[in-house]
């Protein structure tokens, strides 16, 4: 298949010379309903993010009550960031997405505005049943069971009104965006299963297998597609360039179909489960690269000459930094699979500062770019302010940069005092207490990249009543 | 090949599925049916085998402290899981014996399972015995009085919970303790 023939009939991607059809059949009520609640839980859970961090400085902060403690705030937190942020966000992105790559509207926005109704009840549901300590017990699948045959209902309604949408599209061709949003749907529904109900029917070590499946595939089978359906999407249409290769986004979406779903028990590397199903792990681990670098040579063979575009782009500038830091997790995924290195880092403070690059570096500036690009667009408005969104980005940069990067050298340290027994365990605490006083510094510039992020998209959404801006509005300044 | 996928949702569908599929059957159907210690409980009784013992299931308290265990989300600092680390063997090891290294069918009746990921404060797969019950008061009532340097926060409401704090002592006691891994027998209570 020739990439300029992929091309003609590939909807409005990325720079087209397909048939323009009319913005307006586009209603985005589910996306616009979907964004905006995202972005009030990623204001409401970072405040937790804060505490959270504030508790590693000062253990008897806020202590006293059951609610308020380290073990009950943690999976609202991840939870909360999760599901109630970050695929909400990716949800909403898909809405607006995929119609405009099948040349049709939504096939249902009723059923879009009850899909995003019934997620948000599962979210409030999540804050009551975590803070009241109803806790299954397993990391990402901590939820109580009704909420989680909630959590399906949701996502068949969701999956059954974007395939739908693509049962009825006009262009033929399927952009890889598409690819990697049918892929988000498919695999999520089986990952999720496997994390949240087949669990039940194990114990002891069959069970951990299971539930590292989910919890590794959470990452790499729902926020690795929805992700890179992202910026697929959004990297080519922000910088008005064609992508760089269709032939390598085929490798890289097919090689992650086949490759990811067999890493999951690299979780119990040492561990207590079979040594061979260790080394299969591994050996699947380290062939994720492929995926990874198919993808992000293409992103940056797509910007090839056009760099220049980040300085007044702020889109872009996350989107570029988001694959920045996907290359740079996805190295280190990798890695701490081989035993060797595994032995140090693993259990360590090293490990929150990689899963923090994967879900924030990566895979939320990817969904902030696409929001800063969606938002003024939907409402038919320019965006409240670019210098702000601007400071958002050097924040969130900055925040996260000092969050990952001293806690990976807080890990690495902390795992070599841990592998020489004559340190005694405390001793590895207390030697811990600068990191954690700099993870908190960087947890407040995030914030403050947080409530400029918010505040830019609820005063560019507050504002676009009563002056609407004609046609295609802010195309010109993005 | 996957060039049809470009046009043909259903054919997308079905190969996504595929390949997704044979992994996914593999590392989760297919272990357990071949690695029996997965499912079937810890016993020895020949000491040339390492240590003797048998995993029996938790009793109705000792199951009151575990719920209480998750309740609490003390899983989220504490690992159950002595790796094949010599350190780790070390480090869970006491009064100058090593412990042995965790396996598959020390945990056959745990559910949900508590292996754990992060490691904020000490491993607890062998603490089972290793302080008395005097010990975890203080040490609920507030770590650092214990610890100096600590940062576990004190939990008032277990230890001012006769029942609650028996139960979640109870449960403690009974971890890593399938093997019998002391010299002396030399337990606390």
Known sequence: MEKEEIMQDA??????????????IHEDRTAKLFLISSIVYFFIVGIIALLIAAKFVFPTFLGTIPQLTYGRLRPLHVNGMLFGWLLACDMALMYYIVPRLCGVKLWSEKL???TAALWNVIILGAVVSLLMGWNQGWEYAELPLPLDVAVVVAWVMFGANLFLTIANRKYKAMYVSLWYAMGTILWTAFVYLTGNFATLFATGVNQANLNWMYVHNAVGLIFTPVGLAIAYYFIPKTSNTPLYSHKLSMIGFWSLAFVYVWTGAHHMIHGPISQWLQTITI?????LLIPVWAAVYNFFSTMKGQWHQLRDNVSLKFLMSGVVFYLLTCFQGPMHSLRAVNAI???TDWIPGHAHMAVLGAFSFFAIAGAYY??????KTELYSNALANWSFWLFLIGGLGFFVTLWLGGFWQGWQWNNPAIPFIDTVIALKPIWHTRLASGFL???GIVAFAYNILATIVGSKGKEVN?????AAA | MLQKADYNAAFFVAAALILFFIGGLLTTVVPPLLDQSWTKPFENSDPAN???GKLNPLNEQQLQGRAIYVREGCWYCHTQQTRTLLADTKRSGWRGVDAPVSTPDEFVYDNPHLFGTKRTGPDLSRVGGKYNEQWHMAHFRNPADLVPGSIMPPFPWIANDPKEFAALVAYMQTLGRSKNWRPDNDYEK
């Open chain 1, 345 to 347: 880092v693993s259990k």
């Open chain 1, 112 to 114: 879009g505005m009850a």
């Open chain 1, 283 to 287: 050996v699947f681990s380290v062939m």
């Open chain 1, 11 to 24: 909807g409005e991607i990325p720079v087209s010379t397909a048939a323009v059809y009319s913005e307006s």
């Open chain 1, 446 to 448: 995030m914030f403050g």
């Open chain 2, 50 to 52: 390492g240590p003797t």
């Open chain 1, 471 to 475: 046609a295609e509005p802010a195309a």
């Open chain 1, 374 to 379: 969606m938002v003024p667009r939907v409402f």
